[in-house]
C-alpha cells in the first residue's frame, strides 16, 4: 500500500543516514555478517571482493526503495539482477536467507523504531523484490544450455535406467513411468 511504501522509505533514510556514501557499516558490518551465518550461502561469496559487492548492494538497495513509488521503473533492474543470480549459483532458497538478514539490519539500524507495523512493511517491500528476483533468476535459468557436466550426468543416468528397462523398455516405461502417472 501507498502507507507501507512511505513507511519503508522513511525507515529507510534513516538507514542511509547509518551506511554513509559506501553503506559499508550496514551491508559489511550488520547485513552481511548476519547473512554469512549462514554457510551454505557464505560459500556463493567465497573470493568476492567484499567491499565491492557491499557497495553493489547499498546501490541496488538506495534504487529499489527510492523506485517504490514506481515500480515500473525498478523491475527492469531486479528481473536484470535475478538473471544474473543464476551464474552467482544462487537459488530461491537463499533469498529467505537474505530477507531475514534484511530484516535483522533494519532492526538493528532502527532499534525501537522498527515496530511491528514497519516489520510487516518490509516483509512485504522485500516479497516483491525477491519474488520478481526469483522469477527472473528461474526464467534465466530454464534458458540457459546444458553445461557439458549436466549432459554427462544426464547420460549417464540414462544408461542406468536404459539397463533397467531391457531391450523393450516396458520395465520402465508400463511398470514405472505409466503406473506413476495414473496414481
Known amino acids: 500500500t501507498a502507507k507501507e511504501v512511505k513507511m519503508a522509505q522513511e525507515s529507510w533514510s534513516k538507514v542511509r543516514a547509518i551506511g554513509g556514501e559506501s553503506g559499508h557499516a550496514v551491508t559489511k558490518d550488520i547485513f552481511y555478517k548476519h547473512m554469512h ?39 527492469p533492474m531486479l528481473q536484470e539482477s535475478g538473471a544474473r ?15 531475514a538478514s534484511l530484516l535483522h539490519t533494519l532492526g538493528v539500524g532502527l532499534g525501537s523504531e522498527f515496530t511491528p507495523e514497519l516489520k510487516a512493511a518490509w516483509t512485504k517491500v522485500y516479497g516483491v523484490v525477491a519474488k520478481t528476483m526469483c522469477d527472473a533468476q528461474e526464467k534465466a535459468r ?42
Open 142 to 183: 530454464l534458458e540457459q544450455p546444458l553445461t557439458a557436466k549436466e549432459v554427462k550426468m544426464v547420460q549417464e543416468s540414462w544408461s542406468k535406467v536404459r539397463a533397467i528397462g531391457g531391450e523393450s523398455g516396458h520395465a520402465v516405461t508400463k511398470d514405472i513411468f505409466y503406473k506413476h502417472m495414473h496414481q
Open 85 to 99: 543470480h543464476v551464474g552467482y549459483g544462487c537459488y530461491p532458497e537463499h533469498y529467505e536467507v537474505v530477507g
Open 37 to 75: 551465518q549462514n554457510q551454505e550461502v557464505a560459500a556463493l561469496f567465497k573470493g568476492v571482493d567484499m567491499n565491492l559487492q557491499a557497495t553493489k548492494l547499498w546501490n541496488m538497495l538506495n534504487m529499489a526503495v527510492r523506485g517504490l513509488t514506481n515500480l515500473g521503473s525498478v523491475v
